[in-house]
């Protein structure tokens, strides 16, 4: 039984297993009409019905599917001739990617033949005998703790409580997944930073002004220097930042203004969802626009006054990327003014203030927190955009303030060096780790930075 199919299985029992809950505790009090006489809410004995009959069974499936695919290929492996086993690591994990490849029916790297048809084929009995037996199993969980939770009803159980610890309880988990999850990335980027720091000194990555990361993949191999410095990368990344911001914080600042205290009621309702569908337009679109459209117009216009333009430039990346965040800015700063309260406006004008007076004054300063923070978002989308920089920017790790040069950002060359046929323990791959550790500490700087600014211009009101 596949997985997909199994859930649904099991989905059907819990809404059974709700429906038969429900219909004891009833039956424990003679109908509906003793039902005052529960502790709890005829539902909660439901839903405590059916939380037994799911989660232990759902821990079960969860368990075999991380699992699956190390104890079958490990079996797999027993199943090999001695010669095969005794393989290096490297060369075996090749084998049995294969072994899996085929019994998937994808292409195989080399000639298929009946060691490896044999393996392929025990596989899928493997794979086989163990769909039916989770299947089995799962079923068998849930219907013996569904049998026990019901049997366990009556009108003195506290089913009320007992559903709210168990709904607790995944809260609480859910949570510390989400933190394990953040630590085991930072901790992960960490680990491999300090490789890469153990090949390349850390100084000569924070400040060299050369990247080139050639490596070389064998020692006989010319024209491959390893140069490190991440600093025209991050003079990359931070010139078509402030580039975008520069179009997006006043546009869309001056647009939520607008929309908020000067468009009536019937042009703001038809105005914003139009300003917000640029947040939707995936971001190839926008490289196809400024690679095709915005960039050849940059460099006819520079050309036509004297002017050396590339053919890629941070210009035409940059103002890309400001359209593109716009909405970002425009839709977080007009909710925020929305939320200023009406009766500061109100004294504001019986004191004799303009509008204009009233929102540079009044409006922004109580706003300003939460302008701040669109900012700030729409500061760390466009530190973190890729396909835009690719398309329009370029390639090339140059340091240069010349908008007008072609440049690149610290996340195009994270992606550049993990695509190739590189080792994955040479410098030139670990360094992607690296970038993106500083990356890291570069946009929890900003954050730290804006925190403040928040605070202290915070003003609380009434």
């Known amino acids: 039984m596949q997985l997909s199919v199994l859930v649904f299985v ?21 109908g509906r009409v003793g039902a005052r006489s529960l502790h709890s809410l005829p539902s909660y004995y439901g839903f405590y019905t ?39 690591p490297a060369q075996l994990g090749l084998l049995m990617n294969d072994v899996n490849n085929l019994a998937s029916g ?34 068998s969980i849930a219907l013996g703790t569904a049998s026990l939770a019901w049997r366990a009803i009556g009108p003195k159980m506290r089913a009320r409580n007992r559903v709210e610890v168990i709904v607790s309880s995944l809260l609480v988990v859910s949570s ?16 491999e930073s300090f490789r890469f720091f153990q ?13 080139s990361p050639q490596v070389a993949l064998r020692a006989d191999q010319v024209g491959a220097s390893g140069a490190f410095g991440a600093i025209p990368l ?13 179009v997006a914080v006043p546009v869309g600042l001056m647009s939520a203004i607008y929309l908020a205290d000067y468009a009536g009621p019937k042009l703001r309702s038809n105005a914003k969802p139009v300003l917000e569908v640029l947040a939707g ?50 839709s977080l700063s007009d909710d925020v003014i929305n939320a200023v309260p009406q009766s500061l406006r109100d004294a504001a004008y019986a004191l004799g203030a303009t509008r204009s007076e009233t929102i540079r004054q009044v409006v922004l300063p109580a706003a300003l ?49 993990l695509v190739g046929d590189q080792e994955f323990d040479s410098a030139k791959t670990l360094a992607a780790f690296a970038l993106g550790l500083l990356l890291f500490v570069v946009t929890l700087g900003l954050n730290i930075v804006a925190l403040h600014i928040v605070r202290k211009y915070r003003e609380q009101y009434e």
């Open 281 to 330: 337009v995936p971001t190839v679109v926008y490289g196809f626009f400024a690679a095709l459209t915005l960039a050849p117009a940059i460099r006819g216009v520079g050309e036509s006054v004297g002017l050396s333009v590339s053919s890629e430039s941070a210009l035409a990346a940059g103002l890309v990327m400001g359209i593109m965040i716009i909405p970002f800015v425009s």
């Open 176 to 191: 510390l997944i989400a933190i394990l999850t953040t630590v085991g990335i930072v901790l992960s980027v960490l680990f």
């Open 234 to 246: 991050f003079a990359g990344t931070l010139l078509i930042s402030f580039i975008a911001l520069l």
């Open 106 to 139: 994808n292409i195989v790297s080399g000639e298929v033949d009946a060691t490896m048809q044999r393996a392929a084929d025990h596989l899928n009995e493997l794979r086989s005998i163990g769909s039916t037996a989770l299947a089995i199993a799962v079923l």
């Open 199 to 211: 090949k390349v000194p850390v100084t000569d990555f924070l400040f060299g002004l050369e990247w």
């Open 369 to 417: 927190p939460g302008i701040m923070g669109g900012i700030l978002l729409a500061a760390s989308r466009a530190i973190g955009e890729t396909m835009i920089v690719v398309m329009a920017a370029g390639l090339s790790a140059n340091l240069t303030a010349n908008p007008l040069d072609s440049v690149t950002t610290v996340t195009v060359q994270i992606v550049t060096l």
């Open 10 to 30: 099991l989905l059907g029992v819990m809404a059974l297993a709700y429906h038969l809950g429900r219909r004891r505790s009833l039956a424990t009090v003679g």
């Open 50 to 88: 059916a939380l037994w009959a799911g989660l232990p069974a759902l821990l079960i499936a969860g368990l075999w599917v991380f699992f699956e695919g190390s104890i079958i290929n490990s079996m797999v492996v027993q199943g090999l001739p001695s010669e095969l086993r005794e393989l290096p």
